[in-house]
């Protein structure tokens, strides 16, 4: 008896009314997946937001899997490559699909099958490569023909993505955390792949997550996290959180 209450006195307690940094507002944008186009628009209305309603310091944090399955990768790439030097604060967290494409580039084996099935035919396509070639070819051809398509600068930018950001009570990964081991013990297959053990847990994190990598409709509000992939490259919705000191509300491009 005593044992279970001293116990639950000493867990950490649910954030009940999380909150950001003062003075500070953050935008994070869901899985991109190659919609180009759905992400101008979105960032449109992010610019359009923070001109109404300036704030002193503000980050854009992309919660990764920008490349892959939709249309054009290259195109998302290369627009974040060239508003990295104007956008507030950007923040590029890296998803499992930047992982395994920069992973099957570097080192060609039967995962590189693996990758263009998931989505990185598109992406592939999107560099210029005629797919329809690949096919035919071994893994270490088929391989240095996307990898001569796409430009080192790319795979530099992409390399160089984060893998978590704290804000206040806030914590941006890409599909999650692995519940009760610590922020900076999370391994890196974890925070860019973890599905079930964190999305059905209900323990309370020192923080709320929020996070993509796991589609839902709409928002995904829990007490311990948020999810805010809605699946653009299939839906046609992406969408944005806007989190500043204690509220929060959500941006959706759509078409
Ligand atoms: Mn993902």
């Not at 992982?99 to 099958?113: I, T």
């Not at 530099?156 to 941006?172: E, L, P, T, W």
Request: net charge negative; aromatic share 10%; with cysteine.
């Amino acid at each position: 008896m005593f044992e279970k209450f001293r116990r639950k006195a000493v867990a950490p307690a649910m954030i009940t009314a999380p909150s950001g940094p003062a003075d500070a507002r953050a935008y994070a944008i869901g899985d991109v997946h190659g919609r180009l186009d759905l992400l101008r628009n979105l960032l449109e209305q992010i610019e359009a937001d923070s001109r109404a309603n300036p704030c002193e310091r503000e980050y854009i944090v992309f919660v990764g899997d920008l490349i892959d399955r939709g249309p054009d990768s290259r195109g998302v790439i290369d627009l974040l490559l060239r508003s990295k030097k104007y956008l507030p604060h950007p923040v590029f967290l890296m998803g499992n699909h930047e992982e395994m494409m920069l992973r099957v580039l570097d080192k060609p084996d039967e995962k590189f099958r693996d990758w263009l099935t998931y989505g990185g035919y598109e992406c592939a396509q999107s560099y210029g490569v005629e797919v329809g070639r690949l096919a035919a070819m071994d893994v270490e051809h088929a391989a240095a023909l996307v990898n001569a398509a796409i430009p080192s600068e790319h795979r530099a930018f992409i390399a160089s993505f984060a893998d978590s950001f704290r804000f206040g009570d806030y914590v941006f990964v890409h599909a999650g955390i692995r519940p009760g081991v610590a922020l900076d013990a999370q391994s890196t297959r974890d925070l860019r792949w973890i599905r079930e053990d964190f999305l059905d847990s209900n323990v309370a994190h020192p923080f709320v997550v929020v996070h993509g990598h796991t589609i839902t409709s709409a928002p995904d509000e829990q007490p311990n996290r948020i999810g805010i992939d809605t699946g653009a490259y299939a839906s046609g919705v992406l969408t944005a959180i806007r989190i500043e000191g204690t509220t929060r509300n959500y941006l959706q491009a759509q078409v």
